[in-house]
């Protein structure tokens, strides 16, 4: 599947933690870190672990710049 | 200000393009292009153009992840 | 490439309508019509045009509910 | 209420799924399942429960596109 | 119609810009203005034009928080 | 840091609730209640807390428009 987001990032998996139905993972992107917040359901399909290699997808309508 | 978005990775901008209301920008984080679409309005208020530093800042809800 | 988003409905491209920056993309799931809004540059990569097949891709998180 | 939401899908509520503070929440589009993930409090106020009609409601920016 | 959207603020619209397919709309919620990036279709179908009472809607999931 | 979102409306925080790994913060905005739905982490690392002032920041494309 190919998608219209601008951003997929590869990356890989550094830290998976699970909610009551909401988790969180962290992504080392080249030394960025990128936490991502999807479903328990979501992590299960798509076997996310520690050391998996993965991609940050955000659509750029959903990114915001900021300066110092 | 101090924001609660979990994704404030530093960068430089590398490109600006404004349209009629949206303008796209880009900032190279550590060699990762991430794109953002913001108001020109904000480009300008923030000044942004290309070499100036900034971040892009994603709020982890709208992360999602990818495997290959 | 698979995604967490847990929203991918299949369909067939209806309309393309493409604005300075931003592009409108209407497909067709089965009866009903969604409409996104993405990047001309998106449409461009992802060759989308009338009757093509696609699908919407939603994260779970962008999807509110109402009742009559 | 007239929302500005390009996309207001009507279905059925198939499933709800409460959370600490998170809900997920199915809705039958014409064959389709679409996955809500709103606050527990949404569900309430709204007496979501299985077999009532809904709508699921996406704007068009929250949208994205995929082709296989 | 009924919306799971945690945030529904009253206001009056106190500014409609167009551009090519997407529009600016500015409404002022008891002094503060928020401005909202919709289609221009919507602009049409809801009929926004200064003055008019209207909703800024936002999910939960949406909003950041900040402090100084 | 300066934001390019658009929205960045000033209040008291009136409410926190945590979850299991997300959080619901509630800020009075001139008197409309602005609910914020966020990681637990960021609200520690912000220290918010009842009585506190914070800003909602919302980004323009995540704002709709609805009329009764």
Do not use: C, F, P
Not at 16 to 27: L, S
Not at 48 to 63: N, T
């Amino acid at each position: 599947m190919k998608i219209s987001a601008r951003n997929q990032l590869k990356g890989k998996v550094v830290e998976v933690v699970k909610g009551a139905t909401t988790a969180h993972v962290r992504i080392d992107i080249g030394g960025s870190i990128v936490t991502a917040s999807i479903t328990n359901q979501a992590v299960d399909e798509l076997g996310l672990e520690v050391g998996k290699d993965a991609y940050a997808v955000v659509k750029a309508s959903d990114v915001m710049v900021a300066v110092d």
